[in-house]
């Protein structure tokens, strides 16, 4: 079949790199793509929220099964968009409609969400600019630190936890008055803390059956030893070793069943990705969001790890038939690294030559941000390369990961040297 990945980030490469294994994929189109897609498929320069220009695509190239990458053209309803579009109809997409995708879109409706159906998480309110004062009297009656969260998109910088009342007084009013974040801050949900160990959990689901993913945890923070603020994401290791057996099955039972059954319940319909961030407190699973698609850079880790067919995985999904799916795993660790722009999360240059990928070996290379210009390979974006490795333990993943990030060269070039330090 012809398939059509949208996005052009490390998720998006990483996901493009296991179907271009398939025998069942014809042709792979990447749109936009990046330097890394380019070499596996065809790159075309159509940005992910252009659903005209995305019809096209389809049509000229006899488009089979479209996979949505990233969470924005989700939440504006890419799905629907062909739902609704007599000559699209036929085309399968991976990604859920954009009632569904609320759960990324909106975190106050992802609360009630799982309030509704039991599905243990922290307990919070939500503030708008009407209701400021209300929320200082809210931020009072909890114990530091705090935790502020811009109700919208904000890719993936919309959350703050801060351990002093009175800055947390001060970007309360930042965010609703001042639209810190923009249109996402409108409201904002806080929550108390909860204080554990954080990982991920991925779920594919068909909207009635779910297969459950490894875990994978990430590292968010730019500094080590998790300090400085926060990124899309420095690296990430799967599997996460303190998920055990007993944990995962508390995941399942409490949170992943209810999850599924209840987007059921509550009419929401969903093919594709579902992103579960947790944290382990004490020995119990809490959630703490929801996103609609994989993460970044855990897809990195997770998808290399699947040794299924991933087309027919995503066949499936499309068909509603994942139960007759037997999804396998690679049962070694993988990890990856992330090397960033200097400056980043805040201003960074573009542009800056990457020299040393065809020196890499024993690991697989992931472009996040990077084009091609005038034949060279360059930096375009924040982050820029991912580098992931398989090892029997995450050690030994990480020694792998860490010797070829070595050989990568940019001016300005950053990453992170302390990932497990945690665990």
């Known amino acids: 079949m012809n398939i059509l990945v949208l996005g ?3 998720r998006e490469h990483a996901i493009a790199y296991k179907i271009s294994q398939s025998t ?3 042709n ?3 749109a936009p793509g990046n330097a890394g897609t380019a070499s596996i498929a065809n790159n075309i320069a159509v940005g992910v929220n252009d659903f005209e220009e995305i019809k096209k695509v389809v049509l000229d190239n006899e488009i089979d099964l479209v996979v949505v990458g990233p969470e924005d053209p989700l939440v504006r309803g890419v799905h629907d968009f062909f739902l609704s579009d007599a000559e699209l109809a036929h085309v399968s997409v991976i990604g859920p409609q954009k009632a569904a995708a609320e759960l990324e879109g909106s975190k106050e409706f992802a609360k009630e969400f799982m309030m509704r159906h039991n599905i243990p998480t922290a307990a919070y309110e939500s503030f708008t600019a009407e209701t400021l004062t209300k929320g200082y009297q809210f931020l009072e009656t909890l114990q530091p630190p705090y935790v502020l969260k811009a109700d919208g998109l904000a890719a993936g910088k919309g959350v703050l936890i801060l351990d002093d009342l009175d800055e947390a007084k001060k970007e309360l009013e930042s965010m609703l008055l001042d639209s810190k974040f923009g249109a996402a801050s409108a409201t904002v949900v806080i929550e108390e803390f909860l204080d554990g160990i954080e990982l991920s959990c991925f779920v594919l689901t068909d909207g009635n059956n779910y297969k459950v993913l490894p875990t994978a945890k990430d590292y968010k923070r730019i500094g080590e030893g998790d300090t400085g603020l926060n990124t899309g994401g420095m690296g990430a290791i799967s599997p996460v070793p303190f998920a055990d057996s007993t944990f995962m099955q508390k995941i399942e039972d409490r949170i992943v069943k209810p999850t599924v059954e209840g987007l059921k319940k509550d009419n929401l319909p969903y093919v594709g990705f579902i992103f579960i961030g947790l944290i382990k407190v004490g020995d119990d699973p809490k959630v703490i969001e929801y996103n609609v698609r994989m993460g970044d850079p855990e897809t990195e880790v997770v998808i290399p790890r699947i040794t299924s067919d991933l087309v027919d995985v995503l ?3 499309a068909k509603g038939t994942l139960d007759q799916i037997n999804l396998e795993i690679d049962g070694r660790t993988a990890t990856t690294v992330m090397a960033v ?3 980043y999360p805040e201003a960074y240059e573009k542009g800056k030559e990457i020299s040393g990928i065809d020196k890499v070996q024993d690991s697989i290379v992931f ?3 990077t084009k091609v210009n005038d034949g060279k390979v360059v930096t375009n974006g924040g982050r820029v390369i991912a580098v992931t490795s398989f090892g029997n333990d995450f050690q030994s993943a990480l020694k792998t990961s860490y010797r070829n990030m070595e050989l ?4 300005g070039m950053y990453y992170r040297k302390d990932l497990g330090f945690d665990l």
Do not use: P, Q, T
């Not at 990568?408 to 001016?411: K, N, Y």
């Open 8 to 10: 052009s980030g490390g």
């Open 24 to 26: 069942k994929c014809k």
């Open 28 to 30: 792979l189109f990447v």
């Open 315 to 317: 066949d499936a999904m």
């Open 341 to 343: 722009s200097g400056g």
């Open 367 to 369: 472009h996040a941000g």
């Open 408 to 411: 990568l060269e940019f001016d």
